[in-house]
């Protein structure tokens, strides 16, 4: 009777946790681009308005980036991940989650993976792109999002996803954060399959991004998601595909913390893909 009651006791706890989990909107204002933009609205698949900026390239664009960014705060605060990109000569899709900045309704996980799907639409009925040089970059849960849109769907203009410290699935990356509850950490795997799902995890589908260039970067002393969650990607994937480890790097820090060597890469491995893909 105690082993059962302390179960409920951890699901009731944990229960609460699971949707706030992964996702932490705010509708604060970080940062503006400085660059000329078009602050654009377009809708998601079950019509929920979203919000999104296009920052064309500085002179011929060679190709268009879409951004999809991280569980916590709104685009502003993640912009400056991508705003060196127009200067490199690419266009630059960010757009905020139903929930997050100025999108309208409350998040949760099947309706951010149809605003990401909407937000490759999006750009694809956009005139002045073309949509046959599409790339995808993602970051954290917008890496987990990039991984499983791109492996459930068939993009042919997607020509390269990269995404930076994604995890492999919803039940794995809780049990990770249930391993930093000591009273909790026997019980993860029933827990994380009693109180979450799997849908649209990258794990079981990334091998289906294949034959589309596929890169993972992560810094091996993530305390966020961990280094394993982009190992396991990595075995998972198929060719063509790299792993760029980030030694001694935490969470997201290769843009922002060892900028120029890590941008140079992300740029080469966006060019590369689109001159194969010629």
Same mark, same amino acid.
């Given at each position: 009777?105690?082993?059962?009651?302390?179960?409920?006791?951890?699901?009731?706890?944990?229960?609460?946790?699971?949707?706030?989990?992964?996702?932490?909107?705010?509708?604060?204002?970080?940062?503006?681009?400085?660059? !000329?933009? +078009?602050?654009?609205?377009?809708?998601?698949?079950?019509?929920?308005?979203?919000?999104?900026?296009?920052?064309?390239?500085?002179?011929?664009?060679?190709?268009?980036? $879409?951004?999809?960014?991280?569980?916590? &705060?709104?685009?502003?605060?993640?912009?400056?991940?991508?705003?060196?990109?127009?200067? +490199?000569?690419?266009?630059?899709?960010?757009?905020?989650? *139903?929930?997050?900045?100025?999108?309208?309704?409350?998040?949760?996980?099947?309706?951010?993976? +149809?605003?990401?799907?909407?937000?490759? &639409?999006?750009?694809?009925? *956009?005139?002045?792109?073309?949509?046959?040089?599409?790339?995808?970059?993602?970051?954290?849960?917008?890496?987990?999002?990039?991984?499983?849109?791109?492996?459930?769907?068939?993009?042919?203009?997607?020509?390269?996803?990269?995404?930076?410290?994604?995890?492999?699935?919803?039940?794995?990356?809780?049990?990770?954060?249930?391993?930093?509850?000591?009273?909790?950490?026997?019980?993860?795997? !029933?827990?994380?399959?009693?109180?979450?799902?799997?849908?649209?995890?990258?794990?079981?589908?990334?091998?289906?991004?294949? !034959?589309?260039?596929?890169?993972? $970067?992560?810094?091996?002393?993530? &305390?966020?998601?961990?280094?394993?969650?982009? &190992?396991?990607?990595?075995?998972?994937?198929?060719?063509?595909?790299?792993?760029?480890?980030?030694?001694?790097?935490?969470?997201?820090?290769?843009?922002? *913390?060892?900028?120029?060597?890590?941008?140079?890469?992300?740029?080469?491995?966006?060019?590369?893909?689109? +001159?194969?893909?010629?």
């Amino acid at each position: 009777m105690m082993k059962l009651l302390l179960v409920l006791m951890a699901a009731a706890l944990t229960s609460g946790c699971a949707g706030r989990l992964f996702y932490y909107p705010d509708h604060n204002v970080y940062q503006m681009p400085k660059d !000329p933009h +078009e602050e654009v609205t377009f809708v998601s698949g079950d019509g929920t308005k979203l919000s999104g900026w296009f920052v064309p390239a500085m002179g011929q664009a060679i190709g268009t980036v $879409i951004h999809f960014h991280g569980n916590a &705060q709104n685009m502003t605060a993640h912009y400056s991940y991508v705003d060196w990109l127009p200067v +490199e000569g690419f266009n630059v899709f960010v757009f905020d989650y *139903r929930g997050y900045g100025k999108s309208g309704g409350p998040p949760d996980r099947q309706g951010v993976y +149809e605003d990401c799907l909407a937000a490759i &639409q999006y750009v694809c009925r *956009r005139k002045d792109v073309d949509r046959d040089k599409l790339l995808i970059f993602g970051q954290s849960l917008g890496g987990a999002n990039a991984l499983a849109v791109m492996g459930e769907n068939r993009f042919p203009g997607v020509k390269a996803v990269a995404a930076d410290s994604p995890f492999y699935s919803y039940r794995s990356v809780a049990r990770d954060k249930i391993d930093d509850m000591p009273v909790l950490w026997l019980l993860k795997w !029933p827990l994380s399959f009693l109180l979450l799902g799997n849908s649209h995890s990258p794990g079981p589908v990334v091998a289906n991004i294949s !034959p589309t260039p596929l890169l993972l $970067i992560h810094g091996n002393a993530d &305390q966020v998601i961990p280094y394993h969650h982009s &190992q396991w990607l990595f075995q998972e994937a198929k060719e063509p595909k790299t792993l760029l480890t980030v030694k001694g790097g935490g969470h997201t820090t290769a843009i922002s *913390r060892y900028g120029l060597l890590y941008r140079r890469q992300l740029v080469d491995f966006f060019k590369r893909a689109l +001159e194969a893909a010629k």
